[in-house]
């Protein structure tokens, strides 16, 4: 449903995105994982049509190009940044945002009532957003990207501050939009929010796409390896090895092992090797 065709952008000396070529199908919820500053948001704000490529182009299926206003009204947003008014109530956010895609009467006080209902803010309708907790905004930001009833959905980095019972409430909404068929890009930092929830993912680092696959397609390109964990004496050691049953009797061969056990391969490490150790701020 959206391709993206040797896309590069830059900001002055800044190479933000560097020919990056991507397709999201119809229905797939792609995830884009890379560390702060690789680019991610620069790439959701191509795609929705706030910036334009320096080079490559960037068309949604069946609609164009998303520069064009009309293309927009096909695709929810849901920014890092909370796009919400805090001196007004949920509901008269939602209304208002509702009101800037088109929507009026009984449609608009429709999709208002399943979007509060969505977003478990129902009871809360009334109440100022500055009252809102952290969680209680990020939930009400998702709502107002689905107003509209968009088929394809944006969504950049959507748990970023929130208690783990929101976080949870966000990933189930997420998995609900999967299941009715939206197609969702979803960017996030964290290895967890991919694996949970991402039918394939992009691995991307100073603009450049690194990697592209299914989590175990990943795990097999770049050589994942199991964790053989064995204690003796009070102290750990850890061993990355193919065949863990071989790499343990060998050290049972030289000394005694009090306890052991072997972690599967993880995305984590692919994400390490693709992009470094060292610390990003």
Known sequence: ???????????????AVRDVSLSVAKGELLGLLGPNGAGKSTLVSLVVGLLTPDAGSVTIEGF????????RHHIGVAT??????????????????GRCYGLAGAALDERVAWCLDFAALTDRKDDYVEGYSGGMKR???????????????????PTV???PQSRNRIFDSVRELHRQGRTILYTTHYMEEAERLCDRIAIVDAGTLLALGSINE?????????TLIVRSHGRERRVQTAN????????????TIDTFQVERPTLEQVFLRLTGKSLRD
Do not use: C, W
Not at 1 to 15: E, Y
Not at 80 to 97: P, S
Not at 218 to 226: D, G, I, Q, Y
């Open 218 to 226: 990943l795990l097999v390109e770049h050589r994942a390896l199991p």
């Open 161 to 163: 501050g929130v208690d």
């Open 64 to 71: 164009g190009d998303p520069a064009d206003a009309r293309v």
């Open 244 to 255: 863990p049953l071989v790499e343990l009797n060998r050290l049972a061969a030289t000394g």
């Open 1 to 15: 449903m959206v391709n993206l065709r040797s896309i590069r952008k830059s900001f002055g000396d800044l190479v």
């Open 139 to 157: 939930r009400l930001n998702l709502a107002a990207a689905l107003v509209h009833d968009p088929e394809l959905l944006l969504l950049d980095e």
């Open 80 to 97: 890092q940044a909370l796009a919400l008014y805090d001196a007004l109530t949920g509901e008269e956010n939602l209304r208002f945002f």
